[in-house]
């Protein structure tokens, strides 16, 4: 029976979705949820696997799939069937541990709250939107930051009167400052409702309506967060790259270039320039700052893979600091020119990304010279037109 389950799965689609593990009168006995359908599937045949997996495996008469547009939706969906079904190999595999869910709170301005299950008694369901239950805190906490960037809340207390820092590079819609309604800041809850609740054909065509450049941004979502790290090996690949470098003559005419490589070969029709309004002449790392948060604030822009800086490990560490702030995961990595092309990466950088840029050195190092290039290009040509 496992030959034939393993043959029937070599045409599973290299796509995201939700898989089932069926027993023998056909009852759920697993349900899990994959970046890659076809290579998640093939890792429960490998000789090594854990015996409770194994014991799974060999009781399984079946299995079937359920294809999603992405990573996002496939947490949404398994998350919808394991309440459905709870089934025996779910519950199991959480022994002490008890599953998370997703809590809406009540009020004028509801937030997001990640909750144990035991703490959910805390939040009764006739006051309170409670979403899940999910097998992952860290992957839910990613999944919050993916929608939020998207569909903008707020952590502060309203109407404190000074801006917090979520509002200043585009994360809470400014309940904080009044520049929000509870009526419009309500639209935004409502769609997150939605989108947790697995009724996203309801939220498409609400935003359809009211918010197309918000339905935009959801049918592009780029959500490589929530890669989790058994599946980072088999199905990660660095596809787009985005190179960052700053340039300017004495301090003047100073801008933030961005290259971007795609399938490991430049797309000029991707690179953008940043003319550096905020950072004062010569403070090359404010304006590496200023550089990213205004790219990030373009939810429009499809996001990278990997982001390279031209730079050592003051910029890179800076840089890092900076995207953390504003809840961006995306994996940083520098080139240093004065430590001989060397690659710096920032602290807790996991060893499968060291070994892909490692791979993929040579490509990095034209990623950033690109950068490099484009940038001086239009500071020359600045100069020019003087």
């Known amino acids: 029976m496992t030959d034939k389950i393993l043959n029937k799965t070599k045409k599973f689609p290299d796509a995201p979705g939700v898989y089932f593990w069926l027993g023998k009168n056909n009852e759920v006995l697993y349900i899990g949820r994959?970046?890659?359908?076809?290579?998640?599937?093939?890792?429960?045949?490998?000789?090594?696997?854990?015996?409770?997996i194994a014991e799974m495996v060999n009781q399984a008469k079946s299995i079937k799939y359920q294809p999603t547009e992405n990573i996002l939706d496939s947490v949404v969906l398994e998350a919808k069937l394991i309440k459905k079904y709870w089934p025996k190999y779910n519950v199991k595999d959480k022994d002490n541990r008890s599953f998370v869910y997703i809590v809406l709170t009540a009020g004028a301005y509801p937030r997001p709250m990640i909750v144990r299950e035991r703490e959910l008694?805390?939040?009764?369901a006739n006051k309170n939107r409670i979403f899940g239950p999910y097998q992952s805190a860290s992957l839910i906490n990613n999944a919050l930051k993916v929608i939020r960037r998207i569909f903008p809340y707020s952590t502060c207390r309203p109407n404190q009167g000074r801006p917090c820092f979520d509002q200043q590079i585009g994360l809470c819609p400014g309940s904080c400052i009044g520049a929000i309604s509870c009526e419009d800041y309500?639209?935004?809850?409502?769609?997150?409702?939605?989108?947790?609740?697995?009724?996203?054909?309801?939220?498409?065509?609400?935003?359809?309506?009211e918010n197309p450049?918000?339905?935009?941004?959801?049918?592009h979502i780029q959500?490589?967060?929530?890669?989790?790290?058994?599946?980072i090996t088999s199905t990660q690949a660095i596809n787009r790259i985005e190179g960052y470098d700053i340039s300017h003559w004495s301090g003047r005419e100073t801008y933030g270039a961005m290259s971007v490589f795609r399938d490991g070969r430049p797309d000029k029709s991707q690179y953008r320039l940043f003319s550096i309004r905020e950072a004062l002449p010569g403070d090359d790392l404010a304006a590496l700052a200023e550089t990213l948060l205004r790219?990030?604030?373009?939810?429009?822009?499809?996001?990278?893979?990997?982001?390279?800086?031209?730079?050592?490990?003051?910029?890179?560490?800076?840089?890092?600091?900076?995207?953390?702030?504003?809840?961006?995961?995306?994996?940083?990595?520098?080139?240093?020119?004065?430590?001989?092309?060397?690659?710096?990466?920032?602290?807790?950088?996991?060893?499968?990304?060291k070994d892909l840029a490692a791979n993929s050195k040579n490509i990095l190092l034209q990623v950033r010279d690109e950068a490099h290039r484009f940038g001086n290009r239009a500071s020359r040509q600045k100069r020019r037109r003087r």
């Open 295 to 353: 790219r990030f604030r373009h939810l429009e822009w499809p996001l990278p893979d990997l982001i390279l800086i031209d730079g050592g490990k003051p910029q890179v560490d800076y840089a890092f600091k900076i995207l953390r702030k504003s809840n961006i995961a995306t994996p940083i990595i520098g080139l240093s020119k004065f430590g001989g092309d060397k690659l710096v990466f920032p602290p807790q950088t996991k060893k499968s990304i």
């Open 186 to 209: 309500q639209k935004n809850i409502k769609n997150i409702s939605l989108l947790l609740g697995g009724q996203k054909t309801r939220l498409v065509n609400k935003l359809k309506k």
């Open 34 to 52: 994959a970046t890659s359908l076809k290579k998640r599937i093939a890792q429960y045949f490998r000789k090594d696997i854990d015996p409770r």
């Open 121 to 124: 008694k805390k939040f009764p």
């Open 213 to 219: 450049d918000k339905l935009a941004a959801l049918k």
């Open 223 to 231: 959500d490589v967060t929530l890669i989790t790290r058994d599946e």
